[in-house]
């Protein structure tokens, strides 16, 4: 079993639409990361979280620690936000990643 | 413009022939990091660096050295590359190590090896 498992694998919307994915994890942790990696290649940090909830424009990510789930969210999707999304995690004792597997959104106009 | 910078993007080099890929920050940044990304494999951590002189082994450290001897650059080494290594690689870098700051990645560097 991977330690870090994110669902859906791929996902297709319609602009506009309420876009979730999800990030689950078996280990303890002191922190995730939600990073965006662009068609091109580029990655971007979105999101660290260790507790509840942040918010930057349009995407939200939460995380509960007891389930080991966290989740990002896109409100009113636009094609530009089609890339790949990847959850890391950190383990308490190292200062490592474990990276899940990625999410393909394409969000359609 | 606070940035990562990798160099090359691009490169095809041939087994056993020693190359090393550049890594720059210029946010004064005390961690960096090193990346393979494979097709199935994902993201993968090789080397890290929490500041100046003190480097640590990630999860797919063979074949790879790095040293930090400033705080902006963290040269990734390959002293023999070999197919296998043949990667998509990502440098980053944070504030701290133990902090909650958002990571800044390089552009990346694709490395062909034949």
């Known amino acids: 079993k991977n330690e870090v498992e994110q669902s859906p694998q791929n996902l297709t919307a319609q602009e506009g639409e309420f876009i979730t994915i999800n990030c689950s994890y078996s280990?303890?942790?002191?922190?995730l990361h939600w990073l965006q990696q662009h068609p091109g290649g580029g990655i971007v940090s979105l999101f660290m979280?260790?507790?509840g909830k942040k918010k930057h424009g349009r995407l939200i990510a939460t995380i509960n620690i007891q389930e080991k789930h966290s989740s990002l969210h896109i409100t009113a999707s636009h094609p530009r936000d089609s890339a790949v999304y990847i959850c890391?995690?950190?383990?308490?004792?190292?200062?490592?990643?474990?990276f899940g597997p990625g999410t393909r959104l394409s969000v359609l106009p | 413009e606070a940035q990562v910078t990798q160099n090359p993007r691009y490169l095809i080099t041939v087994t056993g022939k020693k190359l090393t890929v550049t890594c720059s920050q210029n946010?004064?940044?005390?961690?960096m990091s090193w990346y393979r990304q494979d097709p199935g494999l994902g993201l993968r951590q090789i080397y890290y660096?929490?500041?100046?002189?003190?480097?640590d082994k990630g999860d797919v450290p063979e074949g790879y050295k790095v040293s930090r001897k400033e705080k902006r650059n963290f040269p990734l080494i390959l002293e023999s590359p070999s197919p296998n290594q043949t990667s998509l690689y990502f440098c980053?870098?944070?504030?701290?190590?133990?902090?909650?700051?958002?990571?800044?990645f390089g552009s990346g560097t694709r490395l062909t090896v034949v």
């Open positions: 980053a870098s944070t504030l701290s190590g133990t902090g909650g700051n958002g990571y800044t």
């Open positions: 280990v303890g942790i002191s922190a």
């Open positions: 979280l260790s507790s």
């Open positions: 890391a995690v950190k383990t308490p004792l190292g200062q490592n990643f474990v």
């Open positions: 946010m004064n940044h005390e961690y």
């Open positions: 660096s929490m500041n100046v002189e003190v480097t």
